[in-house]
């Protein structure tokens, strides 16, 4: 369904709400029947009769945010026709509507007026706070910023386990949420709970619209967003054919670097990024890990190394002990005098992993040899054939919106007949810098921009769960810095808490105004 016709299905159902529901409750508060009729105008109108700001509209039409609204001014609109008891929302709500009809209908219903020591007796100060702190909160969280935690080492140095961010979603454009029937604040379940915390039907789901963005994605931007693959089923050489539906917005969140925009054409040499046949210049912050097989001189115990150098991961293989490393810890370890050589790991090109995308015999790609694969980009037209397709076929049946199948050798479109397809949006490639440890587009492919959430700024707390003692699980170093930016990482905490001292002194010291 379009936002068109959500729109003329909004203005439908809202002209019959009216005439069920306020036509003859609003002539008895004082006003004209044929008020109730009209769309949008009818909930200003309703709006005035509970003495509520008409901007409250707004709000009653933001997906999320109006879920709560409605419950708000139901209870306030009962409350103005003498049905002050909570229970009579709840009714409402539970009968779609058809309680309110009754109490429009009936020949008893008095208007009353609004009184507010009731509403405050009914629902204390404290609900009405934490009901509007909520509807604040909704929409911080969905159209301006959002919090994050960092779960993995797959951008290990960039961003650490244990880090928690601030990830704008006005850099690229907030998405508007495509799952309105949904609980304020949480993800894809209810907390403690394996429950959903939304309503998944399709025929309850808006479709997908951003908002305009600040900026483009760039080449080697970090990026949050909705996994594509969604479940493993869809991976790992599994044919079942199984597959778990979630709404977009309701994919579990990912954060890795974009490592390739739409229009570029991404390679990986020995473990290399190359964009367009260029080696791709990596910020100064980001520090590529890889694995490095450590031979020593005599027996030690290689975890002596682990501490001393701060390795976070390392393992025992056939082929002896690999350290997690990137260069310049790899140079450090070598000039060990207790280390014999140090050699990166890398698989030779031409060696097949079926669980790396396109998983296509044709293409014998793994993670350290990939490629060359282009960036579909919005606009652009590729063809299709059995070269193409492994590439495109996923891509073309989930993200484009297009019936597309496979029959004799031919491809079809919406059961049309093509030899070739022009792309509806950008499709970005998504990495983590920890190369060997990190589950990302090498395996599941593109990323579309639908997928996008936004991009991390801010470090506002980092949590060491290795540390020892309160004093070094907080990593303090990291506290109030930037994502982005180059160089070393400034930490803003003391002037934050400069600012707040200044708050502080200000509130205690200000003069304070005579009482008459």
């Known amino acids: 369904m379009s936002y068109t016709e959500i729109f003329g299905l909004t203005i439908l159902i809202s002209a019959i709400f009216g005439a069920l529901l306020f036509s003859k409750l609003f002539v008895k508060a004082g006003r004209q029947s044929w008020e109730a009729y009209i769309p949008v105008y009818n909930y200003v109108v309703l709006l005035d009769i509970i003495e509520r700001p008409k901007w409250w509209i707004i709000l009653l039409f933001i997906p999320v945010v109006g879920n709560i609204m409605i419950i708000i001014l139901l209870y306030e609109f009962l409350h103005v026709f003498n049905y002050r008891k909570k229970r009579y929302a709840f009714f409402t709500i539970i009968t779609l509507g058809l309680f309110l009809a009754y109490v429009n209908f009936d020949k008893k219903t008095k208007y009353i007026g609004k009184d507010n020591d009731v509403i405050l007796k009914n629902v204390t100060s404290w609900t009405n706070a934490i ?30 386990v244990g880090d928690f961010l601030f990830v704008s979603k006005f850099h690229y454009g907030a998405r508007i949420p495509m799952t309105p029937l949904a609980l304020p604040m949480v993800h894809d379940s209810m907390p403690f709970t394996n429950l959903p915390s939304h309503i998944k039907k399709k025929p309850f789901q808006f479709p997908y619209l951003r908002l305009p963005g600040l900026q483009k994605i760039k080449t080697n931007d970090i990026v949050v967003f ?75 115990n290689p975890s002596t190394l682990l501490s001393a150098y701060k390795v976070r991961e390392a393992r025992r293989t056939e082929l002896g002990v690999l350290f997690n490393l990137d260069e310049e810890n790899a140079t450090r370890i070598k000039n060990n005098p207790n280390v014999k050589s140090v050699e990166r790991v890398i698989k030779p090109k031409g060696i097949f992993n079926k669980e790396v995308f396109p998983h296509d015999a044709q293409y014998p790609w793994n993670i350290d040899n990939f490629g060359p694969l282009y960036m579909p980009e919005k606009g652009a037209t590729v063809d299709l054939n059995e070269k193409t397709i492994p590439f495109y076929r996923d891509l073309l049946k989930r993200y484009e919106g297009i019936n597309f ?10 059961g049309k007949a093509v030899t070739n397809y022009t792309f509806k949006q950008d499709y970005y490639w998504m990495m983590g810098d920890n190369r060997h440890y990190s589950l990302d587009a090498r395996f599941w492919g593109f990323t579309p921009f639908d997928h996008v959430v936004g991009k991390p700024v801010f470090i506002w707390m980092s949590w060491d769960k290795d540390g020892q003692g309160i004093g070094n699980k907080i990593r303090t170093e990291r506290l109030f810095t930037t994502v982005g930016g180059s160089g070393k990482p400034v930490s803003y905490l003391y ?20 009482k008459y």
């Open 131 to 160: 009901l509007f702190a909520v509807v604040a909160a909704t929409l911080v969280h969905t159209y301006v910023m959002r919090p994050y935690t960092i779960p993995t080492s797959s951008l290990e140095k960039s961003l650490l």
């Open 495 to 514: 002037y934050f808490f400069g600012l707040l001292a200044l708050y502080i002194g200000y509130e205690v010291f200000k003069p304070k105004k005579e």
């Open 226 to 300: 909705n996994w594509p693959a969604d479940t493993l089923k869809t991976m790992w050489g599994d044919n079942s054919g199984e597959f778990t539906y979630k709404p977009i917005d309701k994919k579990t969140n990912y954060v890795k670097r974009c490592v390739a925009i739409a229009g570029q054409t991404f390679e990986i040499r020995d473990g290399i990024i190359y964009i367009d046949g260029k080696r791709s210049i990596m910020p100064d912050r980001a520090k590529p890990q890889f694995n490095y097989k450590i031979e020593f001189k005599k027996n030690i």
């Open 405 to 414: 199948s496979e029959a004799g050798g031919k491809y079809y479109v919406n």
